[in-house]
């Protein structure tokens, strides 16, 4: 079964980090995307990606970064955007550094990216009339 | 040059031409501001802003037997009954007793704005004449009597940006705001801004007839607060801020597309008040204010890190082109920013009300006396 996660992992040293997103692609066939990359170097730092490919593989991936003392946590959620609720104030833009969440220059309103967006949910509390919610998945995670 | 009533004669006509605050702002630009003036007889205003200072004011009639009703709670939010028998005022800000920051006033005036029920309950001490003790029923907008809008400040002329140059997030009213100035928030619609664009209030006083939340308001008073105040800046250019106003309107007439309730992160409950004024276009200097576009429109940053009456200002003098920008320059760094009205509404609301004067059944009013605009700040002496 086909499917996609996103995943957050985060790395102690700078060195695990190259060869095994590279892995995630030569040796378990991934598809990824690296959504948000902070890495120190020397001190390692943290990566949010979308990874896809057969649930097994994804697996597979997952408990070979673990082994490797990569802490690996899945992003089980998403952010929807409601936009028959949305004024489109552009409160929410204060909060997205990401910008998954930007008013349009010209008509003024608000879309969403979700590309872009790494699930911080800063934008949910930052909402006033409550447009973005987190939504959790079910049962498409390991 | 032109006068309210033959304005009004006009638009009584059909020949009157009105346009959003947005366009005569192109018009000037192209034919100049004595020839926009004299083509020119209506603009349109709007705003659409969280405004704490709003609430309501409901008669739900009398049921039976007759209750004095002396704590009103609806829908679990408190409302002030100390006036008569079955009157009360929501506030906008009000919590619910049980829901806290998740619902307050503003919602139930969106909820009853929207034709839903809400649960009123009251209690009373009982007297000879009102002897019931308690009441417990579900009521809609529509069943009540007179229930109207009365918001004693609202459609700040002007209001500071905001940010933040501590180390922690701070959630203000002002949204919120990321450690060492990481982002801005600002919150007048700029050009768009009703009280921005006849910055000594020449043609707005009691009686001024109002876009207000999709129904027809009036200004009743000068808002509270008022402090009409001038801005030379060094390089000759100035600003206005300071005014505000006290509006009224029929509840039962307004509309969730221009009434929207605000949930403020660890700060409360605001109300998004939809408001668009129409201003006649008197005279030449009059239009020069109204078509002054966002690169002329000025406020300053401040900093909200300090929670005092006197905030640092970061900034002095930012254009609401440069906040529109998406970007200001703060201490040499750019600073992302964001606003808290919403642009789409108040054009939205500038469109709507253009239309209903074009078509004749919204005329301008002449106001039947000045708003005082001559008062003096003054903070609270505690002893
Ligand atoms: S803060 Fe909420 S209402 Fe405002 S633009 Fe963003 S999603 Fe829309
Ligand atoms: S969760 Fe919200 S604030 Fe965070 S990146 Fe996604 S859209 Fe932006």
Known sequence: MQKSVKVRLQFNTTDTEKPFVHLFATKFGLVFSILQADIMPGRGGRMIMDLTGEAEDIERALAYAAERNVRVKILSKAIVWNDASCVHCGACTAVCLHKALTLDPVTAELSFNNESCVVCEMCVKACPTGAVRVDIYNGNES | ?383
């Open chain 2, 1 to 383: 040059m032109k006068t309210v009533s033959e304005i009004n004669e006009k638009i009584k006509e059909g020949k009157a031409v009105v346009l959003t605050a947005e366009e005569v702002i192109e018009m000037a630009k192209t034919h100049g501001v004595r020839e926009t003036a004299r083509r020119v007889d209506v603009v349109t205003t709007g705003t659409f802003s969280p405004m704490c200072s709003s609430g309501a004011f409901l008669n739900f009639g009398h049921g039976e037997p007759l209750i004095r009703m002396s704590g009103v709670t609806l829908n679990d939010v408190p409302a002030y009954a100390g006036i008569a028998a079955v009157d009360c005022y929501i506030g906008a800000t009000e919590l619910s007793s049980t829901r806290g920051m998740e619902y307050g006033g503003a919602h139930v005036i969106e909820d009853l704005i929207a034709g839903k029920d809400i649960r009123l309950s009251a209690r009373s001490y009982g007297t000879d004449c009102y002897p019931r003790r308690e009441l417990d029923t579900a009521v809609r907008l529509e069943d009540m009597n007179q229930c109207f809008m009365f918001n004693p400040r609202n459609a700040y002329q002007n209001y500071s940006c905001a940010s933040n140059s501590s180390e922690r997030v701070l959630h203000t009213y002002m949204g919120t705001l990321l450690p060492r100035c990481a982002n801005a928030t600002y919150a007048t619609s700029g050009e768009l801004s009703p009280l921005l664009k006849d910055p000594e209030l020449r043609t707005i006083g009691i009686g001024t007839r109002v876009f207000l939340g999709g129904a027809e308001g009036y200004v009743v008073w000068e808002g509270t607060q008022c402090f009409p105040s001038r801005t030379e800046y060094s390089d000759g250019t100035s600003s206005f801020g300071g005014a505000t106003l006290a509006l009224i309107g029929d509840m039962k007439k307004m509309s969730t597309d221009y009434i929207r309730a605000a949930r403020i992160y660890k700060y409360g409950v605001s109300l998004f008040v939809g408001i668009g004024i129409p201003f006649p276009v008197l005279d030449e200097d009059l239009l020069a204010q109204l078509a002054r576009p966002n690169d002329e429109l000025y406020t300053e940053v401040y900093d909200y890190s300090v929670p005092l009456r006197k905030r640092p200002v970061l900034r002095e003098k930012v254009s609401y082109a440069e906040l529109r920008s998406g970007e200001i320059e703060l201490n040499g760094k750019k600073v992302p920013t964001a606003p808290l009205s919403s642009l789409k509404k108040a054009r939205e609301i500038a469109a709507v009300l253009k239309a209903r004067v074009q078509s004749g059944v919204f005329l301008l009013t002449e106001p039947s006396a000045r708003l005082q605009l001559d008062t003096v700040k003054k903070p609270l002496l505690e002893r």
